[in-house]
């Protein structure tokens, strides 16, 4: 069995430890917080040990009546493989820990890609991260760009992507962040972070990112054009994309305007915290304009890099091919609807 430690237990991290406790093939050796929070109390709840990230703060969860087994040093001792989901920049300030413990690390798309040996995909470049010791699983949106473009590029061949990405301004959690009024160009100037994003995943590849900001909370919504060298029928096009375990094509006759009815078609479907995993691409928008394609999808953006934490796993340690990780993964975690 594989020994998981998950530091950094907030939104990615919560639902990567679960994601870890449904794998046949792992163990969660615990997760590290830096607080006793409702989180927290929800770790213990679950039977996960719970480590304390900050020594000076190791009285709190005294305080909060929260039993603590132990440092995190001691969880990253014990793992084959620790995934780090803490806020932005903080996984670099770890990545000397992990070192030290030689234990190899999994970071969030937050973290510089400048500071790892590799950026991760599951579906596009599996095999690419055996063996490395810091090893970047993409953002939400790149994840996505990602999942899509693999296929197409496989298939036909990608002249140019231009993507415009619809972000939403925080999680429903991020009581603080914004806008709460406004529709912003965010960054104004071209290209946004995703497109060089992407090429940590497709070095090669010719794509052009806009980003904007707007008062939501539920998913990310990307509008994308991809010119294609061999020219595929719209069919042919949502035949292959279909083939995709990580791509849900929202069928027309589900009437599913937007985030709010596909996070409402989730909740009714059972999905844990009513997360998707999956691209959600209306197969209606779906279109071929001589070589270009274009269509719409959605992001949820806390969860579709769970089941690549949970790839990057098996991949870093060479324990699995890429088909038989993510059939395993999708497998026990229930991903495709
Ligand atoms: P979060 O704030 O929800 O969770 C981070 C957790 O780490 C919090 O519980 C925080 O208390 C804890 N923490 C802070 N400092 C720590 C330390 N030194 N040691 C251990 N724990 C510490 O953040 P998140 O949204 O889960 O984001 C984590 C990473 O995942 C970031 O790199 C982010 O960019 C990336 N990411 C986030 C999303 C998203 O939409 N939320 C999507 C994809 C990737």
Known sequence: MIQVGINGYGTIGKRVADAVVAQPDMELVGVAKTRPNHEAETAVENGYPLYYAVDERRDLFDEAGIDVAGPVEELVEASDVVVDACPSGIGEQNSEMYAAHDTPALYQGGEDAGFVDASFNARANFSEVEGADHVRVVSCNTTGLSRLLAPLQEEYGVEKARVTLVRRGGDPAQSGRGPINDILPNPVTLPSHHGPDVNTIFPELNIDTLGMKVPATLMHTHSVNVQLEDVPSEAEVKELLAGEDRLFLIPPEYDIDGAGKL???????????????????????????????????????????????????????GESDREASMARTDEALGVGF
């Open 263 to 317: 996070k409402e078609f989730a909740m009714d479907r059972g999905r844990p915290r009513a997360d998707i995993w999956e691209n959600a691409v209306w197969e209606k928008s779906i279109s071929m304009e001589d070589d270009d394609l274009y269509l719409f999808q959605a992001i949820h953006q806390e969860s579709d890099v769970v089941p690549e934490n949970v790839d990057a796993v098996r991949a870093v340690l």
